[in-house]
């Protein structure tokens, strides 16, 4: 089992920054790639960014390219997602999730195996 703890979320005025932080904790080193994903108000979720543990590659969605990093620290078992130039539409639950298989849709929630609680982040406009 793989716990996942997500903070940093909060209430940003539009145009401005924000850092979420995921740590994981359990059997973390079975943890093959970490992703953010979001549920915007009435809205599926849907994959924000993910981060391959092993060789660092990186995914994004298309709605936050340029604007949020994704990034890792193995050491400390935590995922990190930079968001930058926040706006009305990016308000949601954040939830970090993992997986230990190997990952060949980083936008699907199904390859995932364990899910955080989620963190809200609000965007005043």
């Known amino acids: 089992q793989v716990q996942l703890v997500e903070s940093g979320g909060g209430l940003v005025q539009a145009g401005g920054s924000l850092r979420l932080s995921c740590v994981a904790s359990g059997r973390t080193l079975s943890t093959n790639v970490m992703g953010w994903f979001r549920q915007r108000p009435g809205k599926e979720r849907e994959f924000v960014a993910g981060?391959?543990?092993?060789?660092?590659?990186?995914y994004y969605a298309d709605s936050v390219k340029g604007r949020f990093t994704i990034s890792g620290n193995n050491a400390k078992n935590t995922v990190y997602l930079q968001m930058n130039s926040l706006n009305s539409e990016d308000t949601a639950v954040y939830y970090c999730?993992?997986?230990?298989?190997?990952?060949?849709?980083?936008?699907?929630?199904?390859?995932?195996?364990?899910w955080g609680q989620g963190t809200q982040v609000t965007v005043s406009s």
């Open positions: 981060i391959s543990r092993s060789s660092g590659s990186t």
């Open positions: 999730a993992s997986a230990a298989r190997t990952v060949y849709y980083y936008d699907r929630s199904s390859s995932y195996d364990y």
